[in-house]
């Protein structure tokens, strides 16, 4: 538990970070596209206005064209300008079409004063009134109107892509005057239909553009950001997990400090009376060999006596583990050692054990008899695990520079909420045990600078790995 709270300690202000981080990219994902949108709003704004001043051009040319073309050799040949005549509806037709070759213009239509169709490309046009609307009275006034006309469903017209884009544009027809264009009464209305749909669709492909380029930026980002944030949570997750070791190895040296003050005490003045004890005993029992030698009261005396300073003696070793008097030693002749002592107990157990040594093993600056005492405790726990026997496999191989012994067994391994406490003080699942075995065999393997780990098998039984520097100055 407080591994999970030292790392969400640790984690906050990283995470502050990540979420601020993931929130200004979403801002500016969304501020790329409103710009994106609003540069498109602006094209089209800014292609509307250059198409109506390009209408206007149009039609004061038209108007020109008309006036000096048509209007005027129409009206000294015939009098009276009257397009229901077929030549004359040809001569300003010719016109028209003559005039506007080349440009954008898709329809062009002109109303007489009285909003009649009098001409159009599209002859069912031709007699039809009040098609003007507003736009035509505004005309009719002298002003020009516009009217931007699209279709398309609702999806295509909301995001500004319709199907068909028309700009519609009413302008006075007027009757020039020498040295004044535009300026005379006006003879009528002229209507230009002005196709955009090709502009829009270039402007629509503009916007999709800057929007796949700002999603590809984005994405781009998003990655290299995921990458940072998952390197930036490793090195958070590191230093929150050593932080955890370094405040058990504090805690566990508290521990062991206010232990070893307490043993020290104790420990002399229970050895004291504790000697005196068992000496008597011995003497005791000594005497009633002659006088009873059924009476096993002394032996019983003399062997509490032995256990309770075995016990006392695993209080010192714990509590204050002395420094290793340091020699060149090879680690398989001392477990070779401990095979040979256990072997009438081994075989007594039902339990066999297959040693299997690498090639090259360096040998190590060590106290054999710290490592004696460390692997004869591994080897007794492992014996232990198997009341009915089994076999424990020792593999002996050169690591990284050091040597490391594996010593696997075939019991039912160790329970996970019992895994979390075999390092504690005085914790012990054995009916007779003081629960400081463990504890000295890792002080006795850390006082050589070396490394012990206990994990259950995949299969079954424990695993303890012992990991010794090869070379270790004294």
């Not at 916007?207 to 700002?214: E, Y």
């Not at 781009?220 to 058990?248: D, N, P, S, Y």
């Amino acid at each position: 538990m407080m591994k999970d709270g030292i790392f969400v300690e640790k984690e906050k202000p990283f995470r502050l970070v990540k979420y601020f981080t993931f929130s200004s990219l979403i801002i500016i994902f969304i501020g790329s596209i409103a710009l994106s949108m609003l540069n498109s709003h602006w094209a089209r704004t800014k292609q509307k206005d250059d198409s109506e001043d390009y209408a206007r051009l149009l039609i004061e040319n038209l108007n020109h064209q008309i006036f000096l073309q048509f209007a005027l050799p129409v009206a000294l040949k015939y009098g009276k300008i009257q397009l229901r005549n077929q030549d004359q509806f040809e001569h300003l037709d010719q016109v028209v079409r003559s005039t506007l070759h080349s440009f954008h213009v898709e329809t062009v239509n002109i109303f007489d004063m009285d909003n009649t169709v009098s001409y159009s490309f599209d002859e069912e046009l031709i007699g039809k009134t009040d098609l003007g609307g507003s736009a035509y009275q505004k005309a009719v006034q002298g002003k020009f109107a516009t009217e931007l006309i699209q279709t398309g469903n609702f999806w295509e017209i909301l995001i500004g892509f319709p199907s068909e884009s028309k700009l519609v544009t009413f302008a006075p027809l007027r009757a020039e005057k020498p040295m004044a264009r535009l300026s005379g009464p006006i003879l009528g209305v002229i209507e230009i239909v002005q196709d955009m749909s090709e502009d829009t669709k270039k402007i629509f492909k503009f916007q999709m553009q800057i929007i796949i380029s700002c999603m590809m930026v984005m994405g781009i980002l998003f990655v290299v950001l995921i990458f940072v944030v998952k390197k930036g949570e490793a090195i958070i997750q590191k230093r929150a997990l050593e932080q955890i070791r370094l405040k058990e190895e504090l805690s566990r040296a508290q521990r062991l400090s206010s232990l070893g003050e307490m043993v020290a005490g104790v420990s002399h003045e229970i050895r004291n009376p504790l000697g005196i004890i068992r000496s008597s005993a011995g003497l005791l029992m000594k005497k009633m060999d002659k006088l009873d030698p059924t009476n096993t009261i002394p032996d019983i005396i003399v062997e509490e006596a032995e256990r309770l300073n075995n016990i006392i003696t695993d209080f010192l070793n714990y509590a204050g583990p002395r420094e290793p008097n340091l020699s060149m030693c090879k680690v398989e002749e001392v477990i070779d050692k401990n095979i040979t002592y256990l072997a009438a107990q081994l075989a007594e157990n039902g339990c066999k054990v297959d040693t299997q040594v690498g090639d090259n093993l360096p040998e190590i600056m060590a106290d054999s008899e710290m490592l004696y005492q460390a692997f004869l405790n591994i080897f007794i726990n492992a014996m232990q695990a198997m009341p009915d026997g089994g076999k424990i496999s020792v593999n002996i191989f050169p690591l990284n520079g050091s040597v490391a012994v594996r010593i696997e067994d075939d019991g039912n391994g160790i329970e996970t909420e019992i895994m979390e406490k075999i390092w504690d003080p005085f914790f012990t699942t054995k009916e007779k045990g003081t629960g400081l075995g463990l504890g000295i065999v890792k002080n006795l393997i850390e006082a050589h600078g070396g490394c012990l780990n206990i994990e259950n098998r995949p299969e079954r039984g424990a695993c303890v790995t012992i990991q010794l520097p090869a070379k270790l100055e004294a």
